[in-house]
């Protein structure tokens, strides 16, 4: 298999089928509010920062992972940091999301797009996976198997039934170390554009700690 071939799923389950030990992902995109900028006095950073920390720490005791914090700022001209929760209850993730909003180093952000998907059985655990470099999500016409190869040994790609997409029911989400193989793998799995709305919902960003939001929305 070549670094750029996706592998299709040779049985892939019908769009909802969820069964009793689903784990969900919800991924959140925030950019900044011309409005209401981000405006931090340096002597307020740690506490902000430690407010968000503290925060991600909570939803782990309630269930909830936060997977990575991603700069996708500059990528496109409506995002600048987004979010990447997993866990076993939607409510849970919701609620998750709310609680991080709260916080003051995002409250000011606007949320310009946001989708939750179940993920497809066979694929690894996230929990057993270390996040990669580079994240790329993105909507797909169908699912793929989660995949690595000889000559990207790196990447993991992973498929998601969604909800809340428009003009798509998938969601793929590829983590690896080179940004520009994922994208190509994403646009080779996407196929033909023919639905704008796949070619509209692609998000690349770089992995970063909760201190480096704060650089990423000055």
Do not use: K
């Not at 520009?180 to 070619?199: D, I, K, W, Y």
Request: a negative charge; proline letters at 7%.
């Amino acid at each position: 298999m070549s670094a750029h071939e996706i592998p299709q799923s040779p049985a892939a389950p019908a769009h909802g089928d969820v069964s009793a030990e689903a784990t969900f992902s919800l991924f959140g995109v925030f950019r900044i509010s011309s409005s209401h900028p981000v405006v931090l006095d340096g002597r307020d950073v740690p506490a902000i920062v430690q407010e968000l920390e503290d925060v991600a720490a909570s939803l782990a005791e309630e269930g909830v992972s936060v997977r990575g914090w991603y700069d996708v700022s500059g990528i496109r001209s409506d995002a600048d940091v987004l979010v990447w929760l997993h866990g076993a209850e939607v409510e849970d993730l919701q609620w998750a999301m709310r609680q991080l909003r709260r916080c003051a180093l995002l409250r000011p952000l606007i949320r310009s797009w946001s989708t939750l998907g179940v993920e497809q059985p066979g694929q690894p655990l996230l929990a057993e996976q270390q996040p990669g470099s580079w994240l790329t999500c993105a909507a797909a016409p169908a699912p793929h198997t989660s995949m690595t190869s000889p000559e990207v040994t790196d990447l993991v790609l992973r498929s998601y039934a969604t909800a809340g997409q428009v003009g798509a029911r998938w969601l793929l989400a590829a983590e690896g170390d080179d940004p520009a193989t994922l994208m190509e793998l994403v646009h080779a799995a996407q196929g033909s554009p023919v639905n704008a709305a796949l070619h509209s919902t692609v998000f690349t960003g770089r992995f970063i700690e909760p201190a480096e939001i704060v650089e990423v929305l000055q």
